[in-house]
């Protein structure tokens, strides 16, 4: 049997669910986070590269000075070959190339140097030989040279 139906339930219909919401196109304010975390990403991205770019013959120089053995003829020339070469690496063969004697050393000087680094480079044609002592100890003044006060810039030129 069926149950009479009132004449108002007759014309409802069942119930009906809304449409389901997507997650796509997601709203505007994510899209300007999703772009700015894009940019950020990219410039630290940059900033790191510019950097190990500007590091590079830093890397280089105390890769070259781990060559250089204590019982190299010539130690001394060819130190300070080697910090010249990496000081034209950051300031160009027109500033650095020139420098030669009391100008070298005075340039040396203000860009952090040790006073014995400069005396023992000093020396390096005179007759007498070094003791193993200088060797080591030019050896590592360079190594504390290339390690602290490179990379130069160019507003550290007072020359």
Same mark, same amino acid.
Do not use: C, F
């Given at each position: ?25 997601? !709203? ?9 975390? *894009?940019? /950020?990403?990219? +410039? @630290?991205? #940059? $900033? ?17 000075? !781990? ?9 001394? *020339?060819? /130190?300070?070959? +080697? @910090?010249? #070469? $990496? ?33 023992? +480079?000093?020396? #390096? ?35």
């Amino acid at each position: 049997m069926s149950a009479p139906t009132h004449p108002a339930l007759a014309n409802l219909q069942d119930i009906q669910l809304p449409e389901q919401i997507h997650q796509w196109p997601i !709203a505007p304010g994510y899209w300007l986070a999703l772009m700015a975390i *894009i940019v /950020i990403v990219l +410039l @630290i991205i #940059r $900033a790191w590269k510019r950097r190990q770019s500007k590091l590079a013959a830093k890397r280089s120089a105390i890769e070259a000075l !781990a060559l250089i053995s204590i019982d190299t003829p010539n130690l001394a *020339i060819e /130190i300070n070959s +080697l @910090i010249k #070469r $990496a000081a034209m690496s950051y300031l160009g063969r027109d500033t650095i190339a020139k420098l030669e004697g009391q100008a070298w050393q005075e340039w040396l000087l203000q860009h952090q140097a040790s006073q014995q680094l400069v005396t023992l +480079l000093q020396r #390096r044609y005179q007759a007498e030989a070094y003791t193993r002592e200088q060797k080591q100890q030019l050896l590592s003044e360079t190594q504390r040279w290339l390690s602290q006060a490179l990379p130069l810039t160019m507003e550290a030129n007072h020359v």
